[in-house]
DNA sequence: GCAAGGTC
């Protein structure tokens, strides 16, 4: 077997291009857990086979340890000195997995990750995985491909000089990420639990903290504070008004305005006085408006939102869709000038018969070449731009249509000539001041002619000759008023973040979306960036306590700190102490003032005790708790002052002054909305504080995780009825499980309040078992089959409808082996129901992994009855 | 329930 060279691309779209470069198009593809490209080349004097793949973006993502999980029992100043761990980022892509399994044996790795500080970083990652399962050689046996271009020249010459992978670089994003980690992190719990354990109408489910967030939250806020705290001031200015060749025109003042009324009245008397102006100059020049550089993602992004009314975060779903559907580039770039290599001519050619810009495209063609103008080539990816042509009606309209439209008018725009016009400034002279007026004139409107919103619009003079007298129409003294400025635009934000370098091109959508889900800030008519009282009170308060806190000099700080590591100027260790040892007293300091802050929180929200309305008892003081409906929903006892957190996005009901056995709280149901929301009882207490050891490992419960500490997402916070493991109460699972999912490892529980339309949902994912619909009465019986172990059921049929022989209303059968019965259920939400034997419900070996499950995830027909599969 | 950064 010859020699094998592993290489490995950031994304499955690079490794497929490289592939197709170093390969001359002559490869074999197969798919793993991602695509891998295989060919026979010369490696090094040697004949090898190539093999490359990719991973997606970062494979690891840092966390805390599981015992740093639980917001109740660690102080967030610990996490400043906590260990950190590397956990997969996307465990159901089985990267690593598929790294390892590639890189078994081979003798050479060659990393193609994206050339900035974080693609040398994942090859670190990359290399974790690879290098343990390689076959030991002598020598150099890792190399890193430097590239500035995906295109055939950069590839090659690239893979002529391959080097090493940078390791500065790497530890540089690994101090950013600790960094990040442990100050967002901190702060977000502090003030979450301090705020949220005080007042009920904050309307956030997470009072978050983030050096990139809170700095984009403060623009807006800053300039909310401009707005509010503007005083208007008057101004006067004075406009002589003349006719000439027909032409009514208006002055321009070289003083442009005065704000001293007296002094512009004077003004104004000594123009119209002399009743007359004076030609004193006539500048005739050509002038010119550039054509566009390329695109890069962060002006699309303005673009789409100023022009086309798109949020950013939008714009980049309808981008990344039209990537992958292969209209355009990738959309996440920072270059905005085309490699030498670019093909213009090509990029142009698709587009000659297209029914809207064809003939502009023809005509441009014919002229030749259009070198485009100069821009920043950032060296990651080329500018935006169209790599098919397409009509409104393939892309079914819509904001597709408007972006593809966009980038391919821009693109247009980039390689036309510019747009010229010629500027008349005509000057007078009126009572020893000076006043002009200007004209344009389009000569050739180059590029605006396909992007006709960018025009220069015509502005025509009459004649004027030096020395020339005109009658003084009028003298008017016109008064004005100074106006506030207005919100921030998404644009303007954008703008902003990028020149204090918040955020990158791909994360400032994410985090313009972060302060509106958090109800910091909404977007209004305009798409102006409007601060709410939360974000305000926040920014404020940071104003009060430590200003620091809501500038971007914080991200500079951080940027500026771990470039020193890049560089190898500063160790590792000693960045990140310095940096954490800065923020954690901050952090110390924040706490300490934190009352500085409260004041302001006090008089705009409600305290707790005053929010919600009386919902259920509490079992430690038998007094009414109080439901608070602002997110996040929870409960608050007040003569306990305790607050007992609740699922989320649901409606919560007092389950009929049922209590729990445990503790006395009385129980809540909790509801999704819409017909098939599952429903599930719960103990305020026990959901919050699971009671049986065990109980939350095996679930996941409040804060704790079984899985590196990333909790058992969503939904499984905390520990409801239907999957508490109480022998005798009647709303556990114990007593109210059926069978297994089909779906997933979960039990399926008795809706109790499905009546009805009687089902079965799963306790833990969304699977639903509707049971036969004439039915008065269904309960779970103590009873199990004999045959597959799952609890019997207790149908009691409507007299009129009943299946039954005879009239009889009463059945008690098992759901998966009755004959009548499992032919009346169907599933919702679920593609697959079978029989299992042995394992019944909870108790014995409660859904402990599928026997077997299709590996693709179809669509099946959600009303499909479980007896036809 | 938490950050920011990749990418799908």
Not at 539 to 555: A, E, S
Not at 584 to 591: E, I, Q, R, W
């Amino acid at each position: 077997m010859p020699p094998s060279v592993l290489m490995v691309a950031e994304k499955p779209s690079i490794a497929l291009s490289i592939a197709r470069f170093l390969s001359s198009g002559r490869m074999s593809s197969r798919r793993s857990y991602l695509e891998v490209h295989e060919f026979d080349g010369r490696f090094r004097g040697l004949d090898v086979r190539y093999k490359i793949t990719s991973v997606i973006g970062h494979v690891l993502s840092i966390d805390f340890p599981p015992k740093y999980q639980n917001w109740d029992t660690t102080d967030p100043f610990e996490l400043f000195g906590a260990l950190t761990i590397k956990s997969e980022a996307n465990p159901k892509a089985h990267v690593c997995k598929h790294l390892q399994q590639e890189a078994r044996g081979c003798d050479y790795l060659v990393l193609w990750l994206d050339c900035d500080r974080e693609g040398e970083n994942i090859c670190f990652e990359v290399m974790e995985s690879a290098v343990p399962v390689m076959r030991k050689g002598s020598g150099q046996q890792v190399f890193r491909a430097k590239f500035s271009a995906i295109s055939e020249k950069d590839i090659l010459t690239a893979m002529n000089s391959l080097g090493e992978p940078n390791k500065n670089e790497a530890l540089a994003v690994d101090a950013r990420q600790e960094i990040d980690l442990k100050v967002g992190v901190a702060f977000t719990r502090f003030q979450t639990r301090y705020f949220q354990g005080k007042y009920g109408n904050l309307d956030s489910s997470v009072i978050s903290y983030g050096p990139c967030q809170t700095p984009t939250l403060g623009f807006c806020v800053e300039r909310h504070l401009r707005i509010t705290t503007f005083v208007p001031e008057p101004f006067w200015i004075v406009q002589p008004h003349i006719s000439k060749g027909g032409h009514q025109l208006l002055l321009e003042w070289e003083r442009n305005r005065l704000f001293d009324r007296e002094v512009a009245l004077m003004f104004q008397k000594m123009v119209t006085d002399t009743k007359s102006v004076q030609v004193t100059d006539v500048s005739k020049k050509e002038d010119r408006k550039h054509r566009p550089s390329g695109l890069n993602t962060v002006d699309m992004l303005k673009v789409a939102s100023s022009a086309l009314g798109m949020g950013p975060h939008h714009a980049m779903q309808i981008a990344e869709r039209l990537y992958i559907q292969g209209y355009i580039s990738y959309p996440r770039t920072e270059s905005t000038a085309y490699s030498a290599s670019f093909d213009v001519q090509g990029a142009l050619s698709l587009h000659r018969k297209h029914p809207i810009w064809g003939d502009y495209v023809a005509s441009l063609m014919a002229a030749g070449p259009h070198t485009p103008k100069s821009g920043v080539d950032a060296g990651d990816h080329p500018p935006i731009t169209p790599m098919l042509s397409a009509t409104e009606s393939e892309l079914g309209g819509g904001d597709a249509w408007r972006l593809f439209e966009y980038v391919t008018r821009h693109f247009l725009g980039s390689v036309s000539p510019d747009c010229k016009y010629t500027r008349t400034k005509v000057s007078f002279a009126a009572g020893g001041e000076k006043f002009s007026v200007s004209g344009r004139a389009v000569i050739s409107p180059g590029f605006t002619a396909v992007m006709p919103w960018l025009a220069v619009a015509d502005e025509s003079l009459p004649t004027f000759s030096v020395g020339e007298t005109i009658s003084l129409s009028e003298v008017e003294l016109y008064q004005g008023r100074t106006t506030a400025p207005d919100y921030l635009t998404e644009s303007e934000l954008i703008t902003l973040m990028e020149k204090h370098g918040i955020g990158t091109d791909a994360s400032i959508p994410v985090h313009i979306n972060n302060i509106c889900e958090r109800n910091y800030a909404q977007v209004q008519s305009g798409r102006r960036v409007v601060p709410t009282a939360l974000g305000i009170t926040l920014v404020r308060g940071y104003q009060t306590i430590d200003i620091d806190l809501c500038l971007p000099d914080i991200r500079r700080f951080i940027e500026q700190q771990i470039t020193l590591i890049a560089k190898g100027q500063m160790h590792y260790t000693r960045v990140v102490q310095h940096a954490l040892q800065e923020f954690s007293a901050k952090f110390n300091y924040f706490v300490a003032q934190i009352e500085r802050m409260d004041a302001l929180f006090e008089a705009q929200f409600s305290p707790l005790a005053d929010s919600g309305k009386p919902l259920s008892k509490c079992g430690k003081c038998s007094r009414y708790m109080k439901y608070i409906a602002m997110r996040p929903s929870r409960l608050y006892c007040a003569s306990c002052e305790e607050v007992h957190h609740l699922p989320q996005n649901g409606a919560i009901k007092l389950y009929t002054e049922l209590t729990c056995p445990l503790d006395n709280f009385e129980l809540v149901i909790f509801s999704l909305a819409g017909p098939d929301g599952k429903s599930y009882p719960l103990c305020p207490y026990c959901y919050n504080h699971p009671p049986f050891e065990g109980a939350e490992v095996i679930f996941g419960g409040v804060g704790s995780g079984k899985d590196g500490g990333k909790g058992t997402g969503k939904g499984s916070r905390g520990m409801p009825c239907s999957i508490c493991p109480h022998p005798t109460c009647r709303h556990s699972m114990i007593q109210q499980g059926v069978c297994s999912c089909p779906e997933c490892d979960g039990t399926l529980v008795l809706d109790p309040i499905s009546a009805p339309k009687w089902r079965l949902d799963c306790n833990k994912c969304n699977c639903l078992v509707y049971l036969p619909h004439n039915a008065h009465r269904i309960s779970v019986s103590k009873d199990h089959c004999d045959d597959c172990g799952s609890a019997l059921l207790e149908v009691n049929f409507n007299k009129n409808a009943t299946p039954l022989t005879g009239g009889a209303t009463l059945h008690k059968a098992c759901v998966l082996c009755d004959e009548l019965l499992h032919s009346l259920v169907e599933v919702k939400h679920g593609k697959a129901f079978f029989k299992r034997s042995g394992r019944g419900r909870s108790g014995r070996g409660r859904g402990r992994g599928r026997q077997s499950r299709g590996r693709g995830r179809g669509r099946v027909d959600p009303r499909m009855s479980f007896r036809d599969f």
